[in-house]
């Protein structure tokens, strides 16, 4: 069974202070690792897709990263408007087109 | 800008009632999936479509949830009769699938929150 688990379940920063999420995943056969931010009372909104491990990908502050285990969201200098739930969720070669979410990281940035 | 679109945004309902919630997704999207998003569960997949036939359905209970797409632009998510332990937030999400390719992005409606008294 695909297992994702997501740490920490809560992370507080101030302006400007990077940081990292953390997205552990048991998929047999990875067919892909997903991010997606979603904010209060909104659907989850893509970010990136990563496939192979060493692939990195990036937008704006954020960069996403993929090794065999686990994938990282990077946060640099962060601003109050990256505050947002962010999920992660894998899918698996006997997953069919079925994604396993993670829990999700609550980001708050403080000004 | 190409969206999916749900409705409605917010229903309230008596337990027992009948409840339908719609999704219209993405034009060109062939794959289309029903999750349900709870404090306590997370996001979980009930059911999904890919070319109008439903392709797994194992995340749904039976007995009281039914999903359908009656045409390409439209599908529907029934609940009957509803539970007080049916409320939580109803999303769809398309994407496109094609034979081969790598791309698996799903992209998600703003959903339908329910809730049952």
């Known amino acids: 069974e695909d297992q994702v688990t997501q740490s920490p379940e809560a992370l507080r920063l101030q302006e400007g202070e990077s940081s990292s999420l953390n997205c552990s995943y048991t998929?047999?056969?990875?067919?892909?690792l997903f991010w997606y931010r979603q904010d209060p009372g909104k659907g989850p909104e893509f970010l990136f897709t990563?496939?192979?491990a060493g692939e990195e990908k990036e937008k704006e502050r954020l960069k996403a990263t993929l090794t065999k285990k686990e994938s990282f969201l990077h946060i640099t200098a962060p601003k109050p408007e990256d505050s947002a739930t962010y999920l992660c969720a894998a899918r698996g070669e006997t997953s069919g087109s079925r994604l396993t979410f993670g829990e999700g990281t609550q980001l708050t940035v403080n000004p | 800008d190409a969206r999916v679109t749900q409705t409605p945004r917010d229903k309230v309902t008596e337990m027992g009632q009948e409840v339908t919630m719609r999704c219209q997704p993405i034009l060109g999207h062939n794959t289309v999936f029903w999750y349900r998003q709870t404090m306590m569960q997370g996001l979980e997949l009930l059911a999904y479509f890919r070319n109008r036939a439903p392709l797994d359905d194992s995340g749904m209970p039976k007995d009281r949830f039914s999903a359908e797409m009656p045409d390409a632009t439209l599908a529907t998510l029934k609940i009957q009769p509803s539970e007080p332990r049916d409320s939580a937030v109803y999303f769809c999400?398309?994407?496109?699938?094609?034979?081969?390719?790598?791309?698996?992005?799903?992209?998600f409606g703003p959903g339908t929150r329910l809730t049952v008294l």
């Open positions: 990563l496939y192979s």
């Open positions: 998929v047999s056969g990875l067919r892909g």
């Open positions: 999400a398309s994407g496109l699938y094609q034979i081969g390719g790598r791309s698996n992005e799903q992209f």
